[in-house]
């Protein structure tokens, strides 16, 4: 008659898997993946463009234009006097209180710093404004 | 006097059964949360903005790389506006949620933004999003 396991192994203890180690291997792939992942830095601006060929009528009266020239100064409107960038989002602001359908047509000179046209837009957008374009400027268009 | 015995006692013990379950924990944490970075990128000095947002869905995300000279790289590949276009349709195509994200240097002429976001127009891919730094309070 064949012994029960229990009967043959007696004495000889519970067999284990040693589980000791597990920890330090676990911890082993923790500290690779600590090391090589990155956390995503994807931030920024968000923008929705027009459609190529898209023509939206606004109302002229409706649509201030803001220009940026190649020496990275601000004109708001038809003002000739250049403003401070802080200033430009107060000013949205206010006109955009003045009238809810203001368009914002955004004219960069091609050879304006993209610094500030990011900090021109940044305004807008801290202005809340919804209806943010920027007009694409060909070379030799002028301003 | 009097002597304390030494109890019959066994050796105190710290139970570590269950630390390899908490490293394992943290193991899925980070491999839910990385994600490797497929491309080098180009050595750049973002511009920074107040109203930064953070892109959420990294599986919608390609990027457009721009340094303060104007040259541009998508995939780590030198490429023009044309090839620009080429490349973003084709993902536009897989993918019609993509967002491009901008990865300019803050000094380069907006010139080659502008012909950027055309090229990005041409390629049907009209959200874009311009990568800023976060800038805290007012200046």
């Known amino acids: ?143 | 006097m009097r002597h304390i015995a030494p109890k019959k006692q066994s050796a105190p013990e710290i139970p570590t059964a269950s630390t390899a379950d908490i490293a394992f924990l943290l193991i899925i944490f980070f491999m839910v949360s990385t994600h490797f970075r497929a491309e080098q990128g180009l050595k750049i000095a973002l511009p920074a903005a107040e109203m930064t947002e953070r892109i959420v869905k990294k599986r919608n995300v390609a990027a457009v790389w721009v340094d303060r000279t104007g040259r541009t790289t998508v995939n780590d590949n030198w490429v023009s506006t044309p090839t620009v276009t080429a490349l973003m349709a084709e993902r536009v195509v897989e993918n019609p949620d993509l967002v491009v994200i901008l990865q300019a240097d803050r000094e380069v002429k907006y010139g080659f933004i502008t012909d950027i976001l055309e090229a990005l127009k041409d390629a049907r891919a009209y959200k874009v999003t311009f990568a800023t730094g976060y800038r805290t309070g007012g200046k």
């Open chain 1, 1 to 143: 008659m064949a012994l029960s396991f229990r009967e043959r192994g007696q004495g000889r203890g519970e067999p284990k898997i040693p589980t000791a180690s597990m920890g330090d291997i676990a911890f082993l792939i923790i500290i690779f993946f600590m090391t090589t992942s990155i956390f995503s830095r994807d931030k920024g601006l968000k923008i929705v463009l027009p459609e190529k060929g898209e023509i939206t009528k606004v109302d002229p009266k409706n649509v201030l234009n803001i220009g940026v020239n190649e020496a990275g100064q601000v004109l708001v409107g038809d003002n000739l006097q250049p403003v401070s960038i802080a200033e430009v989002g107060d000013m949205v602001s206010d006109l955009l209180d003045q009238n809810k359908d203001l368009a914002l047509a955004l004219r960069v000179n091609r050879r304006a710093p993209y610094q500030v046209m990011i900090e021109v837009f940044d305004q807008l957008k801290k202005a809340k404004a919804e209806r943010i374009s920027l007009v694409p400027v060909q070379e030799d268009a002028g301003q």
